[in-house]
C-alpha cells in the first residue's frame, strides 16, 4: 500500500488512470479528507496542506480534530480464541494485552 505520514495522520493513495492524477485520502478518521496531484512533488504538498486546512477548519468550528489511533483497541472475538489466546499468554508468562501486541505486531510487520 502507498501511503503517507504528516503530524500523525497517514493517507493511503491511488492512482486514478481517468483523471491521470494521484489521488489520497486520510485513514482511520470518520472524517472525508482527500486530496489530488498530477506529480509525486505536488502530492506531497496536496496532502501536506490537506492536513493543515483539515486542522485550521476544526480549530475556527471549535471542534476537537480527530485523532487516528489512541492507542486503545477493543476486540470482540469468539469466546473460544479468547480462552485460547488467554491460556496461551499465561503459558508463555505473559499478559494477554503483550500477547495481543506481538501478534499485531508481526502482522504489521512492525518488528
Do not use: W
Request: proline residues 4%; charged residues 25%.
Amino acid at each position: 500500500m502507498n501511503t503517507l505520514t504528516y503530524k500523525g495522520y497517514t493517507a493511503r493513495i491511488d492512482f486514478d488512470d481517468r483523471d491521470n492524477s494521484l489521488v489520497g485520502r486520510l485513514l482511520g478518521i470518520q472524517d472525508i479528507i482527500g486530496f489530488h496531484a498530477e506529480s509525486v512533488a505536488d502530492l506531497h504538498t496536496a496532502f501536506e496542506e490537506a492536513v493543515d486546512d483539515y486542522l485550521e477548519a476544526c480549530e475556527k468550528i471549535g471542534k476537537s480534530p480527530e485523532k487516528p489511533v489512541s492507542g486503545k483497541l477493543l476486540l470482540r472475538v469468539p469466546p473460544e480464541l479468547h480462552a485460547a489466546a488467554l491460556i496461551k499468554a499465561q503459558a508463555v508468562g505473559k499478559s494477554l494485552n503483550q500477547l495481543a501486541i506481538e501478534a499485531l505486531s508481526r502482522e504489521v510487520r512492525m518488528g
